[in-house]
Nanobody
Framework: QVQLMESGGGSVQAGGSLRLSCQVA????????LGWFRQVPDKAREGVGI???????SYADAVKGRFTISRDNAKNTLYLHMNNLESEDTATYYC?????????????????????????WGKGTLVTVSP
């Protein structure tokens, strides 16, 4: 069983930055697929990016060039560095993991599918970007 806990959300003006953290328990993140997702009320959940088991990140087009995913294996923590934030980035951000160690292809696939295939989710952290 995998447990995840996000932190680092808050309010920021457009153009600002935030760093979100996802503390992971129950699995070694250096061997696992992990993802960041976001959701706003009345809209579908969307993938933000993933870090595959090799340490290679992938990003959704909406955030590419602005967001960066990294990991600290010693702390078993995944990060989402959010730069040049836009009002459209306002959402609750979640980290997630599958029940089995997805290889890179399925890991990217679950990002594209908005988290379908992920089994374990944190409770989320709210990011609010004012224009």
């Amino acid at each position: 069983q995998v447990q995840l806990m996000e932190s680092g959300g808050g309010s920021v003006q457009a153009g600002g930055s935030l760093r979100l953290s996802c503390q992971v328990a129950g699995v070694n993140i250096s061997t696992y697929c992990l993802g960041w997702f976001r959701q706003v009320p009345d809209k579908a959940r969307e993938g933000v990016g993933i870090m595959d088991n090799t340490g290679d990140p992938s990003y959704a087009d909406a955030v590419k060039g602005r967001f960066t995913i990294s990991r600290d294996n010693a702390k078993n923590t995944l990060y989402l560095h959010m730069n040049n934030l836009e009002s459209e980035d306002t959402a609750t951000y979640y980290c997630a993991a599958p029940a089995t160690p997805f290889p890179p292809g399925p890991c990217i696939g679950t990002m594209i599918l908005g988290g379908i295939g992920m089994n374990y989710w944190g409770k989320g952290t709210l990011v609010t970007v004012s224009p």
